[in-house]
């Protein structure tokens, strides 16, 4: 069975340093997302990119934060001077179509020191 | 504001017992609902989900979920719990119409006793 898988399944970095998490969606989906949980809470919408471009974001979504379909397979999220409330679980997911299903991975835990 | 509600945190029952796991929403039109489970240290992943149509969904690991729209409620049930049920669920909504955006309920956390 396809699925959305992420690499690494954990980070750690210094603050202030810039981190790149990757994401490999499912093969014939077209939206993809990326979402946080900072630990004991709840799972947080960042991101989600249709057609190469974002088509919408969350207010936590700000300008140290980007992302990217480097090519074909791959989506990143780039978080460019890291803090220490960066640190949490940043899961990926994909879908076919807009508005329907989500798949998500398994997540990386990044941990800021 | 919309809003994903699920009331308990925390719930514990023993195993073979029946469980009821709620979740409230508020939206102004049915959104498309789903229920996820992650167990520790995992991913998420979709036990269920409705769109339209008959308003019990099935899913795997033998949960259901009813949708009451007089009540905007998604509740998840099973019959029987077992231990490897124990992990955290999480109610979720996406706004029909083609919206992306996936909104969490806070999570409860099922504790399976023997």
């Known amino acids: 069975e396809p699925e959305v898988t992420q690499t690494p399944s954990h980070q750690v970095t210094q603050m202030g340093q810039e981190v790149i998490l990757r994401c490999v969606p499912i093969s014939n989906h077209l939206y993809f997302y990326w979402y946080r949980q900072i630990l004991g809470q709840k799972v947080e919408f960042l991101v989600s990119?249709?057609?190469?471009?974002?088509?919408?974001k969350s207010e936590i979504f700000d300008d140290q934060f980007s992302v990217e379909r480097p090519d074909g397979s791959n989506f990143t999220l780039k978080i460019r001077s890291t803090k220490l409330e960066d640190s949490a679980m940043y899961f990926c997911?994909?879908?076919?179509?807009?508005?329907?299903?989500?798949?998500f991975g398994p997540g990386t835990r990044l941990t800021v020191l | 504001a919309q809003s994903v509600t699920q009331p308990d945190i925390h719930i514990t029952v023993s195993e073979g017992a029946s469980l009821e796991l709620r979740c409230n929403y508020s939206?102004?039109?049915?959104?498309?609902l789903f229920w996820y489970v992650q167990s520790p240290g995992q991913g998420l992943q979709l036990l269920l989900k409705y769109f339209s149509g008959d308003t019990l969904v099935q899913g795997i690991k033998g949960f259901e979920a009813e949708f009451k729209r007089s009540q905007s409620s998604f509740n998840l049930r099973k019959p029987s719990v077992h231990w490897s049920d124990a992990a955290e669920y999480f109610c979720?909504?996406?706004?029909?119409?083609?919206?992306?955006?996936?909104?969490f309920g806070t999570g409860t956390k099922l504790q399976v006793i023997p």
């Open positions: 997911a994909s879908s076919e179509v807009s508005g329907t299903e989500q798949f």
């Open positions: 939206y102004g039109a049915t959104p498309y």
């Open positions: 990119f249709y057609n190469n471009e974002i088509s919408e």
């Open positions: 979720a909504v996406v706004p029909s119409g083609g919206y992306q955006k996936v909104t």
